[in-house]
C-alpha cells in the first residue's frame, strides 16, 4: 500500500490516501504516514513540506460551495425549462 498527499493547485495538502500503486500527476506525493493531521494545509515545495499551514478562509469555502449550487440550479433549470417545452 501507498500512502500520498494530495495537492491542489498552490501545492497545498488537501488530502492523504491510501493507493495500490503510485499516481503520477503531479499532484500526489509519497508520504510516510497516513497522518492528515500533520500534512493537512503544508505546502510542498522544492521536496520540502512547509512548517507553515495555509488553511483556506472559511468565506472562500463557502462562497465555491454557494457558487458550484447556483450552477447546478441554473442547469436543473435548463432541463427543465426544455422538458416544459418539449424537448426532451
Given at each position: 500500500?501507498?500512502?500520498?498527499?494530495?495537492?491542489?493547485?498552490?501545492?497545498?495538502?488537501?488530502?492523504?490516501?491510501?493507493?495500490?500503486?503510485?499516481?503520477?500527476?503531479?499532484?500526489?506525493?509519497?508520504?510516510?504516514?497516513?497522518?492528515?493531521?500533520?500534512?493537512?494545509?503544508?505546502?510542498?515545495?522544492?521536496?520540502?513540506?512547509?512548517?507553515?499551514?495555509?488553511?483556506p478562509?472559511?468565506?472562500?469555502?463557502?462562497?465555491s460551495?454557494?457558487?458550484?449550487?447556483?450552477?447546478?440550479q441554473?442547469?436543473?433549470d435548463?432541463?427543465?425549462?426544455?422538458?416544459?417545452?418539449?424537448?426532451?
Open positions: 500500500m501507498i500512502i500520498l498527499a494530495e495537492l491542489n493547485e498552490s501545492n497545498v495538502c488537501i488530502g492523504v490516501k491510501s493507493v495500490i500503486s503510485m499516481i503520477n500527476d503531479g499532484k500526489h506525493i509519497e508520504i510516510e504516514t497516513a497522518d492528515y493531521e500533520h500534512y493537512a494545509f503544508r505546502k510542498y515545495e522544492n521536496g520540502q513540506w512547509s512548517t507553515e499551514k495555509f488553511v478562509e472559511y468565506a472562500q469555502i463557502e462562497l460551495r454557494m457558487e458550484r449550487l447556483e450552477q447546478s441554473s442547469e436543473q435548463g432541463l427543465l425549462m426544455e422538458l416544459m417545452l418539449g424537448g426532451i
